[in-house]
């Protein structure tokens, strides 16, 4: 029989009769409890209140853009965050693209990642002191104290900022601006954006960016911006129209939008890399955006996940060969027409090899796709949102006419092919535990030399070698060229060399060198404990983001 505790005594004398009942009392122990909740509520509505935002965003999308994940609620910051980070970047190149109008890309990346990095953003937060209006403390009855209550010579305030670091006070920012967007679309997250600090003194709102970039192409002497250029692209306009179902005002667009640098130099026109980095942006909006939607109960690193697997080159690469994109690029390069020759030949094989004669699944994973396919749909979408003035609304159509049906099927989250290099990542990270694990260029080899696995204290070769986008643009970039300089990578666990690849393209060696480096550790038993010291090895098999939503989603499902 188990030991029960004695009760205890205590004589009538010592005992003193409540004048508040019992159930008065149980009442009262609830107080500290709403009072906190309409504290938060309180103070959401104060920040709101600040910013003049009160026709922006909704009250309790803003308190869920306020509230972190330690208090595990069912709502928090995170996917709002998600939004916010998509949805600044989308404007922000949307800015930079319109003021900087012979900017090329590589100095329109540079000024866009001083203006959505994590400092930038933390600026804004600290000057703002949003960390007094976030909900980070759990709340205990014990512990709890009022408003403005000093403890330690610190007034509760003061104590909330220094609970926040620096990465989570940009997420916030972040996150407000999402949920602009979810409460009341684009234009309210702009108002949102400028309210922030956000860098946009040219424009007071959404509608602007059509009004600013049509005078500064008027200004700029663009009596020709409606006329396409080449007389062979006049014939191939219409061709690209019914494709889209959207007619360019502006035919030039399209041209450029279509234009390899190749035959940028032999013709009157500029190539499409400006167009590509706007479309980059207006799709990765757009695809989040869907997402975000679709899923509405998956967690932000699944979305990520999602999203990553839907913007990338062999993807895009595929959609191009789908929908026939190809035939309408302007290039004066043989080797780059090889080159999509032979992929539309290997997905035709592909298609012919399969048992139901048809494409499924994501067929693109192992395919060498050329760069320049995943750009011209990029450039193309870039295209059609200037052309209609940045109506997002229109771009929309031309996404849900094309790149979503694609997406819708091949691409989900029950049967998504992670990324190599993401998949290692998760799997020494979450399921492991290992905290030290980078993947590093070696040097540049030339093709039929050695590459070796370089130690720290060996010294790398100084002789300068040519760039492959050099020689792309020389047009000596053919494949088995024997001078054509390849990238060496390898990734290292704790220091210690796991796997090591050599190549011409920088992304498909390092996803060579992931998938080897992945296999050797699932495989090879032992060698990550040999390697692995990290403390948080003890609890390894905790299972991936993406196996766990997969999990949960299939408990849901059963129970419906």
Known sequence: MPHQKAPTLAPLSACLQSTVSAHVLRIAQLVP??????????????????????????????????????????????????????????????????????????????????????????????????????????????????????????????????????????????????????????????????????????????????????????????????????????????????????????????????THHSAATHQDACDYQRLEFLGDAVLDYLIVWHYYQKYPDAPPGAITLIKDASVNNQILGA???????????????????????????????????????????????????????????????????????????????????????????????????IHPMKALTEYLQMVQGCSDSRMEQVGETREGEEGGETGKGEEESREPVVKPSMLRRLGLGREGHRDLPALTYRFVVHGNVVASRGGEQREEVRKQVAMEALWRLKTEPGLLETLCSCPKRKKQGRGTMLDKYRQAHSMVSQMD
């Open 33 to 258: 409890s709403v009072i906190c909740d309409l504290d938060e509520l309180l103070l959401v509505q104060e920040v709101r209140q600040k910013l003049r935002l009160q026709t922006s965003i909704k009250l309790d999308i803003l308190q869920e853009a306020l509230t972190t994940s330690s208090l595990n609620r069912d709502y928090n910051y995170e996917r709002l965050e998600l939004l916010g980070d998509v949805f600044l970047k989308f404007s922000s190149t949307i800015r930079l693209y319109i003021v900087n109008a012979t900017m090329a890309e590589g100095e329109l990346h540079q000024q866009r990642t001083k203006i959505i990095s994590n400092a930038a953003l933390r600026e804004h937060a600290l000057r703002l002191e949003l960390f007094r209006y976030v909900a980070n403390c759990k709340f205990q009855r014990t512990s709890w104290t009022p408003v403005k209550m000093v403890m330690d010579g610190k007034s509760r305030d003061e104590q909330q900022q220094h609970l926040l670091s620096n990465k989570t006070l940009s997420d916030f920012v972040e996150s407000t601006m999402g949920a602009a967007l979810v409460s009341k679309g684009v234009e309210a997250a702009f108002v949102c954006a400028k309210a922030l600090g956000i860098p946009f003194s040219e424009f007071h709102v959404w509608a602007d960016f059509k009004r600013v970039h049509s005078k500064l192409t008027q200004d700029s002497g663009g009596d020709d911006y409606r006329i396409a250029k080449s007389e062979a692209f006049k014939d191939r306009l219409h061709g690209l129209e019914s494709l889209l179902r959207y007619t360019f005002e502006h035919p030039s667009l399209a041209q450029e939008a279509m």
């Open 319 to 417: 959609m191009a060969v789908a929908w026939g994109l190809s035939g309408f690029l302007i290039h004066m390069s043989e080797p780059l027409a090889g080159e999509i020759q032979r992929v539309i030949a290997t997905i035709e094989a592909i298609k012919e090899n399969s048992d139901k004669g048809q494409l499924e699944a994501e067929y693109w994973v192992d395919l060498k796709m050329p760069k320049v396919l995943s750009d011209i749909v990029e450039s193309m979408l870039g295209a059609v949102f200037v052309d209609c003035g940045f109506n997002v609304a229109r771009v929309t159509q031309v996404f849900e006419h094309l790149v979503w049906p694609f997406l819708e099927k091949h691409v989900n989250l029950d049967n998504i092919v």
